[in-house]
């Protein structure tokens, strides 16, 4: 036997009555009316001796409830108090899941504190009070405290010819305390400068089915900073020139950043050096932006005084989610490294992107090495869960390479 | 479909047991003595609606993947007996039933000159997407404020203001809404306003939201702001309704939504509008008292993405061609990397920023979507579409252009290409939409036994004339609802014919129209209509465009 629920019967009986009143019809309604008029008001009469309040279901309900308590808006930032903090720590990190309360105190200071977890047991925790609303929007003043722990990062060894065979694992824990003053004097140009002090220390890998770091390298072989682990003071100074439509998801504009950045060892000297970093982003639109090519190269070196060395830790890295994805994450690391891509990218439908990518790139302990002969490649397929202003989801199946790698992450790649 | 089938049964069910009850097996006349009824008897009293507020993700994610209404191919259930729709709550019969002068098409809904200030601020705006306020001026009348977005000076409150009119005239539910013009440094604050700060909970409004407001919209070269002034509707609001069923706590509200002719008929203005926001966050029931007792009074609102207009933005190509989630185009794009490109994609517009992005070229009017699936609009059959295509039929091009020119744009192209575009879009639902039932209106059979009729297609250009036309005549019995046609029929190549004198000694006689056309295969269908015999001659009691 069907068993129909209250809504659905009131629904039948609602057009079985208008039907027969107001369609003709072979059936007679029960009670002989002389007027139209009458037979409607009797039909009304019915219904308001069966009238009961609205009562949404459970779906409905939920979707109320995130709606009334503006979750997705604390998520992607946009108001005060308590809101999940979710994604990734760092590549290869794993899915992470957290909290974080944001607060505006008057109307120039803003105090955010975060916290998150990740599945592979990677830890951060953060806390930013900036003044971003000064000289009309244009300066803004903050600090920031971070500390991270990576349980397992992956590491190879150093160079271009470093094994994947090699791969071990090593615990990375740091803390850092930074200030920084940003200016945009214009909307699409930024400069500014950071300074920090940056505590380090690095430990046995815990992924327990590769060896940890120590089993493989040393201080002398493959690994330098891992014996000692020094403080820095870390300065950086950029300029920013940023014209994309939407930071999050852009579709056309550009992006050409310029960073240099000096860490001073405070503890022996040994470690100090200096790094710089470029990256230039073209977004070419075709088709009401349905359709974007996307070009993205970055360059980035680290040079060491004589006699001392670039932590391993440290060093520009290639491979990965938004690297060479045909690669694992931090597959190569060297003093030097370029990277290239180019995507094309097309719009299934509002919420989805796809994309073809292509990547290349390569690492060498002198920029002068750099020749785009021996260049790591891949390709590959992604899909961009999105919004038009943000992708909160991507997942690129990389070839080539070292194999078919799926990367899962949250935001976009560039 | 197990509840189609349990709906179908209970049907059934609720037909038989009326039989059943009736033992001499009578059964009514089809038509009252007061049909056809020209106001919807909305007599009981309504104080007990509670306010409720539905979920805008709710409703599409049920509407785009769930269709929760009843989609049987059914007749609409408020229309009369001559198939139109009494005034109600929903609607009033303007065009198309009545005479409606220019200035009264033009003056809308509005009750009075645009308002001025000085105005004092209220409030932020927490409805909608567009940046605005609300306010109120030295009577103490209150409106809720939007403006246009900085990219495109006058596009949003223009279309507000158009769509507006249009859509009075056309019978619905709409608030006043003006266009003023706002100069930050005359506003003054009122102690109590309230703003949504960064925390998301009501704080007091500070000149520097004011300052922000206004930095974030499109300002003028005098320092003033253009913006749209929506009166606040009078009554208690009770959030707003949904495109299917019905509300459970309204005595009155007995016909499902989605088979409610002037709901149906709404997506064909949509489409000429291009109205692809024709959702239920966008409508309003107000709580009002009429002829001493309290109603639900029914309101569609917020039409600043109507026209080229996308409220804070100009309007997306994909609006009116695409709902926002579609499986096959989906999939074809994805597994075509891409190069299968949609041809919506491809139009070009004109570079006026005071329009955005509308086109008459591309548009077919039948592939017109909003942007996701509207239950009463899926309901749409060609009896729904024509009622509302002979309203529309009846806004001229002096129209179009006298209600464009209310949108006060500084370029001139702007009111050119908007009334050249909704002539042009007109003329294709008319095309379409006039000619998928017999178009025959103002059918009447004279005391001299002479039937007249209009071809409305005809008039208004949108067809030829059929070659001829055929008519069969029957006698009527309205206690029995039984038909006794006459053999043969009548051929006329005018739109007026001699009834047989056969026909014209009862109470009721029946004429049952068609045509051939090659053009318009539809107008073969009959289309019948009933006379009733009174003491000045035959009043046209009932019509029949398509069958149930």
Known sequence: MVRLSSSTVRACRGFAAAALILLPCAAAPAIAQETRRELLEQQRAERARELEPYRPGRVESALMWLEREQLIERWVGGYDGWYPRVGSITRGGGFAGGAGYRQHLGSHVRADASAAISMRNYRAADLDVALPYLANRRLELGVHAEYRLFTEQDYFGIGPDSQRTDRVSFLQEHTEVAARAAYRPLPWLETGGEIGWLNLDIGSGRDTRFPSIEDRFSEAAGAPGLASQPDFLRTRLWVSVDYRDQPGNARSGGLYTASWGDYSDRDTGRYSFGRFDAEARQYFPIFDKKRVIAVRALFAYANNEPGGAVPFYMLPTLGGSTSVRGYRNFRFHDENALLLNIEYRWEAFSGLDMALFFDAGEVRPDWHDIDLQDLNTSYGVGFRFNTYQNVFLRCDVGFGGEGTRLFIAFGPNF | ?548
């Open chain 2, 1 to 548: 479909m197990t509840r189609r089938l349990a709906l179908a049964a209970l049907l059934a069910l609720l037909a038989i047991g009326q039989v059943l009850q009736d033992p001499t097996g009578a059964v009514s006349p089809r038509f009252f003595p007061d049909d056809p009824i020209a106001i919807d008897p909305e007599t009981q009293d309504a104080s007990n609606v509670e306010p409720w507020d539905l979920s805008d993700q709710y409703d599409f994610v049920e509407n785009t993947f769930f269709k929760p209404s009843d989609r049987r191919d059914t007749r609409a259930l408020n229309v009369n007996t001559i198939d139109e729709v009494p005034d109600s709550s929903w609607y009033t019969n303007r065009l198309g039933l009545h005479p409606v002068s220019l200035d009264e098409i033009v003056r809308g809904p509005m009750e009075r000159a645009a308002p001025g200030g000085p105005w004092t601020v209220i409030g932020g705006k927490t409805e909608g997407i567009s940046p605005g306020l609300r306010l109120r001026d030295p009577e103490g009348t209150r409106y809720f404020i939007k403006f246009d977005p900085p990219d495109n000076p006058e596009m949003a409150s223009g279309a507000e203001v158009i769509a507006t009119r249009f859509l009075h005239a056309l019978g619905y539910h709409v608030p006043e809404n003006y266009l003023i013009v706002l100069r930050p440094g005359e506003l003054a604050i009122d102690p109590d306003a309230r703003t949504v700060g960064p925390d998301g909970r009501p704080r007091a409004i500070t000149r520097d939201d004011l300052e922000r407001l206004f930095s974030s919209v499109a300002g003028n070269e005098e320092g003033g702001y253009r913006a749209v002034a929506s009166k606040g509707l009078s009554g208690e609001d009770l959030g707003p309704f949904r495109y299917y069923g019905t509300r459970p706590d309204d005595p009155n509200d007995i016909f499902p939504h989605e088979h409610r002719r002037e709901l149906r008929g709404l997506r064909v203005f949509a489409a000429w509008l291009n109205h692809d926001d024709s959702r239920s966050i966008n409508t309003r029931d107000f709580l009002v008292r009429r002829s001493g007792r309290a109603i639900v009074w029914h309101h569609l609102l917020d039409f600043g993405s109507t026209l080229g207009s996308g409220s804070t933005q100009a309007q997306k190509p994909r609006a009116g061609n695409e709902y926002m989630w579609e499986a096959r185009p989906t999939f074809v794009t994805m597994l075509t990397l891409g190069f299968y490109v949609r041809p919506w994609l491809k139009v070009e517009y004109p570079d006026i920023p005071a329009v955005g992005r509308i086109e008459a070229d591309f548009f077919q009017p039948e592939r017109w979507k909003p942007e996701y699936p509207n239950p009463a609009f899926d309901n749409v059959r060609p009896d729904d579409a024509f009622w509302a295509a002979r309203r529309l039929a009846e806004i001229s091009d002096d129209t179009i252009r006298a209600v464009v020119e209310t949108g006060a744009y500084t370029d001139p192209r702007a009111t050119e290409y908007l009334t050249g575009v909704l002539i042009k879009r007109r003329d294709k639902i008319l095309a379409r939409w006039l000619n998928l039932v017999l178009p025959v209106v103002d059918v009447a059979l004279r005391p001299d036994g002479r039937l007249t009729f209009r071809n409305i297609s005809v008039e208004k250009g949108a067809a030829t004339p059929p070659a001829e036309y055929r008519i069969r005549w029957a006698r009527y019995d309205n206690a029995a609802d039984s038909a006794t046609f006459l053999d043969g029929e009548q051929v006329v190549t005018a739109t007026e014919a001699a009834a047989p004198s056969d026909v014209l000694d009862g109470s009721f006689v029946v004429a049952e129209l068609r045509a051939e056309h090659p053009g318009h295969p539809a107008w073969s269908t009959p289309t019948r209509v009933y006379f009733r015999r009174q003491a000045a001659g035959w009043e046209t009691v009932g019509i029949e465009r398509q069958a149930n």
